[in-house]
């Protein structure tokens, strides 16, 4: 940071005193002394020894003359540690009128003083001279051959030329014009846009693009730098330059009007004030105007343009001419003269000139026996010249020759209208001996064009019609095959369903009963007692002695098992006498069926501990009064 | 034994099918040689007693269409075109000759249904009834199998991401299986048989005629009255025709 201080502090001490210590200076010039009316003077105003800040001078009203400020230009150098700095402003003065007149002082504002310039004199003498008010053309417009690149006509029509639109300002005006109003299907027809302007003027572009319907349209690429000159109409001078130019080719005869558009162009107001930017930041279309002067901006409509486009006679039209305007060449040559059956020779035609290149299309090459035929590759190259829009379109033909021997490939013929000789012109070009030796090689794509479907034939339909009946029966398999499917996946699909329902049923009990065990066991004690009671028919059923005493085991094991799950009982920890009160509690202390449940203990108790066999009928009656107390217990808890 | 038995069982069983096969095939061979030789009119004939056999082979109603062609009568060779795409819906030899013969009318009926009808139509007319209900069957099949076998394994999760794209797939094949029920059953097409048809605004002769059509045209009976039907056009226009106007694309 003190580097960076020092080395400021260190330039200004160097250069503040060498830029402050040059006396400040003004003066004026005229660059003739002696003109007459209509001729442009040149004013200059230079002030030395001091260049920031200043304004430019505004000059007083001068009877006799037209005057306009055309900008200023500056100069700073420093030598050997001194500097040297100027300004100069330039005004253009045109007199009216012919007498001896005296340019009264201009006052320069250079910081707080105001300085003055001396007096000037300035002689305008009568005799012939332009005008005030007498249009006058540039003399740069003149009419050439259009063959060459600056050869297209360029004559503004004189009562066109000139003229702003009523109600606009006329110290700026944009004029659209074009080459010829008359002119033959496809050819070409410059469309210029040439801005004239007072100001200090800066092209914008196009605010509305113009309709150009039934016209193909280049563009010529315009220099940044667009060049101006100087021109006098209407008793003013102007300054005139060609912004766009665009090359039209009507597709279609008939009367046509070319609406031009909308250019944008900005002008610079009445100088106000000049700074230190303005200085290094001339920067004007025209004129040296400055990056940060204020703009004003300003839509230029130019008038509409009336033209007729001829047809292309009829008369004396060639066969091969296909729609070429303009003036063109052509050359041709082969790639080879002596090939063998089957390989390819290239026919390179070029075509060049003047006119709309992009438009031409291939010559039409002459049906050949013996030989098969492609289009290989067409390029095209536009030239854009000053203004004239041309270039070189190149068509390669590629033939096979199928036969052996001598053969030729027969002229091509390339028509084109002339406009400027209002007639047509045929090429040709040169027949080519093609030499064909033997080969054995089948014919094939060649591998150049191999790949690229555009050289292949198309298959073409040849007519329509209906496609023949089917003649064959379809198996009857696959038919019911697809209705055997059908009936199997309805089916599966139902026997699945029912099935997810089932373990989804089952899945939610099961959850239910991980969490309440008591009911678990409530609603699965029927169960549980149905398989019990297969069980003992089966026991009972058998005679054997060991089976009865296990029959009645278990059946009193069934019974408490089923009175303990019911009510949610310790199976191991349970007496009889709790069986006992949990029943006289539910059935009812006198209840008969509670006898009935003694009756079975007893016949247990008597199985176990009796001597002697027990009657089968006990085992009915046991196994009776089990099923009735399940049976009671069920009714009861529903 | 049981063998032998079995085998002279099935062969009893199929003896009259694989008879009547063969006096199928013999008609249709008779059939194809009238049209080979140019006899179209007993060419459609058998083919039409085959149609009466067999009313649901795509082929018959195909060559039976041709045969129309070739005698003329458009109409009847539009309907049975469109019979046969029911039954073979991706044909593409009667898609082809289903739109040159709807080139040779008389009539053209701009169809300004909105993109989203017509794609739809374009979607269902490209698989059979059956084939649709086979696919949302085999989904829901595959769906179910999943659900059970989540309960057979016990664990995980039933809304896995493979049953949700299942689930949302088997939404699909319901949804597509409802929309081919609707226009094969709901939407009735039918084909214009007259040569000049006229279409009124009521369900009367002395209702104010709407427009008149020409044979050929595929219209939708949206309404039946008596011996009437209210047809609908591809371009909106709708109306009433006689019954015996028009025939129903059913087989």
């Known amino acids: 940071m003190k580097k960076i201080l020092c080395a400021a502090l260190i330039i200004w001490g160097v250069f503040a005193p060498a830029l402050q210590a040059e006396e400040v200076r003004v003066s004026a010039s005229l660059d003739k002394r002696s003109v007459q009316p209509g001729e442009e003077v040149r004013l200059s105003i230079r002030v030395t020894g001091q260049s920031m800040n200043l304004q430019a001078p505004r000059l007083s009203q001068l009877d006799g003359f037209e005057t306009y400020y055309t900008g200023r230009a500056s100069h700073i150098s420093v030598i050997n540690g001194v500097s040297s700095s100027n300004v100069e402003f330039s005004y253009t003065l045109i007199p009216q009128r012919a007498g001896r007149f005296t340019l009264s002082p201009v006052e320069v504002q250079v910081g707080q003083n105001i300085l003055r310039t001396e007096p000037l004199e300035i002689e305008v003498s009568g005799g012939q001279s332009q005008m005030p008010g007498a249009p006058q053309a540039s003399p740069q417009r003149v009419t050439t051959q259009p063959s060459r690149p600056s050869s297209v006509p360029q004559t503004i029509p004189q009562d066109e030329a000139f003229t702003a639109s009523p109600g606009t300002d006329d110290n700026i005006f944009v004029q659209a014009w074009v080459d010829r109003k008359t002119l033959y299907q496809n050819e070409q027809m410059l469309l210029t846009y040439s801005l004239y302007t007072r100001y200090d003027t800066r092209y914008e572009g196009f605010d509305k693009e113009p309709e150009t319907s039934g016209f193909w349209i280049e563009e010529f690429p315009m220099d940044r730098d667009v060049p101006r000159e100087t021109v006098r109409a209407n008793g003013k001078r102007y300054v005139k330059a060609d912004v766009k130019k665009l090359a039209l080719f009507p597709t279609a005869p008939g009367n046509y009007t070319i609406q031009p558009g909308t250019l944008k162009v900005s002008i610079r107001e009445e100088p106000q004030g000049s700074n230190a930017f303005d200085e290094f930041f001339s920067d004007s279309f025209f004129t040296g105007g400055s990056f940060f002067a204020r703009r004003q901006n300003r839509l230029l409509a130019p008038p509409p343009i009336q033209l007729v486009v001829k047809p292309l006679p009829e008369n004396g039209k060639p066969e091969s001419f296909q729609g070429a305007v303009g003036n063109f060449r052509l050359s041709a040559a082969v790639d080879k003269e002596k090939v063998k059956q089957n390989e390819p020779v290239t026919l390179k035609m070029v075509i060049e000139g003047e006119g709309n290149i992009e438009t031409i299309t291939r010559p039409k090459v002459p049906a050949l026996t013996g030989f098969k035929t492609y289009d290989a590759d067409t390029n095209s190259k536009l030239f854009q010249t000053e203004n004239v829009i041309g270039g070189t379109k190149s068509f390669e033909v590629v033939f096979i020759p199928k036969e052996e021997g001598s053969s030729f490939i027969p002229p091509v013929e390339f028509s084109f209208f002339d406009p400027r000789q209002e007639k047509y012109v045929t090429l040709r070009t040169p027949n080519f001996p093609i030499q064909v030796e033997h080969s054995e090689q089948n014919f094939q794509m060649p591998q150049e064009l191999a790949g690229n479907a555009i050289f292949q034939k198309q298959v073409k339909s040849e007519g329509k019609g209906i496609r023949y009946i089917d003649e064959k029966i379809p198996e009857a398999f696959p038919g019911h095959a697809a209705d055997g499917v059908y009936a199997i996946l309805l089916w599966g699909d139902l026997l699945l369903f029912v099935l997810l329902l089932v373990l989804w049923m089952k899945d939610r009990q099961d959850r239910l009963f991980s969490k309440d065990q008591a009911l678990r066991r409530r609603k699965t004690a029927r169960a549980t007692a149905s398989v019990n009671m297969s069980r003992l028919k089966k026991l009972a059923h058998s005679s054997k002695e060991e089976d009865a005493a296990a029959f009645f085991v278990e059946l009193e094991k069934a019974m408490i098992q089923y009175i303990t799950d019911k009510w949610n009982l310790s199976t191991y920890g349970v007496t009889r006498q709790d069986l006992e009160e949990t029943l006289a509690v539910h059935f009812g202390a006198d209840d008969a069926h509670l006898k009935d449940v003694f009756e079975l203990y007893r016949l247990c108790d008597e199985s176990r501990f009796g001597k002697g066999s027990i009657p089968q009928a006990s085992k009915k009656i046991g196994l009776k009064i089990f099923q009735d107390t399940v049976n009671r217990i069920e009714r009861m808890r529903k | ?251």
């Open chain 2, 1 to 251: 034994m049981k063998r032998l038995a079995l085998f002279l069982m099935i062969a009893l069983w199929l003896a009259p099918a694989v008879c009547a096969g063969a006096e199928t095939a013999k008609i249709f061979q008779e059939a194809n040689a009238g049209y080979r030789t140019g006899d179209y009119a007993k060419a459609a004939e058998l083919y039409e007693s085959l149609i009466a056999q067999e009313p649901h082979v795509a082929v018959f109603y195909y060559d039976l269409a041709n045969t129309y062609v070739r005698l003329g009568k458009l109409s009847r060779a539009i309907l049975n075109y469109e019979k046969s795409l029911r039954l073979d819906p991706r044909n593409g030899d009667i898609r082809e000759n289903l739109r040159y013969t709807r080139g040779l009318l008389e009539y053209r009926v701009e169809d300004t249904r909105n993109w989203y009808l017509k794609a739809t139509e374009v979607v269902l007319k490209y698989a059979t009834e059956r084939e649709v209900y086979v696919v949302a069957l085999a989904v829901l099949f595959v769906f179910l199998a999943g659900g059970i076998l989540f309960f057979l394994n016990g664990r995980g999760v039933f809304w896995n991401p493979w049953q949700r794209f299942v689930f949302i797939v088997l939404l699909l094949a319901v949804l597509v299986a409802f929309g081919k029920h609707v226009q094969s059953n709901v939407i009735r097409d039918a084909i214009v048989m007259q040569k000049e048809c006229e279409a009124h605004y009521g369900p009367s002769e002395h209702d104010q005629v709407a427009f008149r059509m020409g044979e050929g045209i595929k219209v939708f009976v949206m309404d039946r009255r008596e011996d009437w039907s209210r047809v609908l056009l591809t371009n909106g226009e709708s109306g009433w025709v006689k019954d015996s106007d028009i025939a129903e694309v059913k087989v």
